[in-house]
Structures are given as C-alpha cells and as structure tokens.
C-alpha cells in the first residue's frame, strides 16, 4: 500500500507558478502509477496528469497540457506537479492518487489511494 500526501499548494496571482509535491509511504512506490487530479467547488472531480512507474510515460488534460509538468523521483517516494501561466480556471483542490494499473489511466475510480487534497486558488 501507499498513502499519499500532498503539499505545496497556496494562493498565487494569474499568470504565477507552483509546484505541488506528493510523498506517498510505502516501499513500492516505484510499482504505482500516480496521478494528479482537482476537484473545484461544485463540480466533479477531474483528470489534470498521469505518470508511469517509471516516469518514461506521462499524459496530460487538453486543459493544462503546455502549462504543466508531472514527474517523479522514485528515490524519493514522491511525485510533483510543476503549474506554470496559472489561471483563475486552476482553482481547485489538487489530489495525488496511486493505482497499480499496469498502464497509465485518467479515470479516477481506477486508483486506488488517495491523498487529503492541497487547495490551489489563483486570483485574478
């Protein structure tokens, strides 16, 4: 098992950058998948970026493909999520989850552990 827990996010003004990290326990975290979603009030929670085990493979929402940046350190249990030319649009809780699907997957019932959230607000 893993159990992911994320930090890093904060308040920052249109246009600015964040990066959000997410160490998860576990001695297999090498053997996951991780992924990035956000969740904004009153909406579902949505896919924001998937990276393979290795880190060789990685996928991104048409929304935030350009802007952002998902990678892992495997040394380090931890995975990160670099925001640059953030919009108010960004605003959301961010969760980092894990799945021991073999492949890369942006469904979110396909993962299995869940970290508490970081809020992410983006002011205009």
């Known amino acids: 098992q893993v159990q992911p827990v994320e930090s890093g996010g904060g308040l920052v003004q249109a246009g600015g950058s964040l990066r959000l990290s997410c160490a998860a326990s576990?001695?297999?975290?090498?053997?996951?998948?991780m992924g990035w979603f956000r969740q904004a009030p009153g909406k579902e929670r949505e896919f924001v970026a998937t990276?393979?085990?290795?880190?060789?493979?990685?996928y991104y929402a048409d929304s935030v493909r350009g802007r952002f940046t998902i990678s892992r350190d495997n040394a380090k249990n931890t995975v990160y999520l670099h925001m640059n030319s953030l919009k108010p649009d960004d605003t959301a809780v961010y969760y980092c989850?894990?799945?021991?699907?073999?492949?890369?997957?942006?469904?979110?019932?396909?993962?299995?552990?869940w970290g508490q959230g970081t809020q992410v607000t983006v002011s205009s």
């Open positions: 989850a894990a799945t021991k699907s073999p492949r890369i997957v942006v469904v979110p019932t396909n993962y299995d552990y």
């Open positions: 576990g001695r297999t975290f090498s053997g996951y998948v």
């Open positions: 990276i393979s085990w290795s880190g060789g493979s990685t």
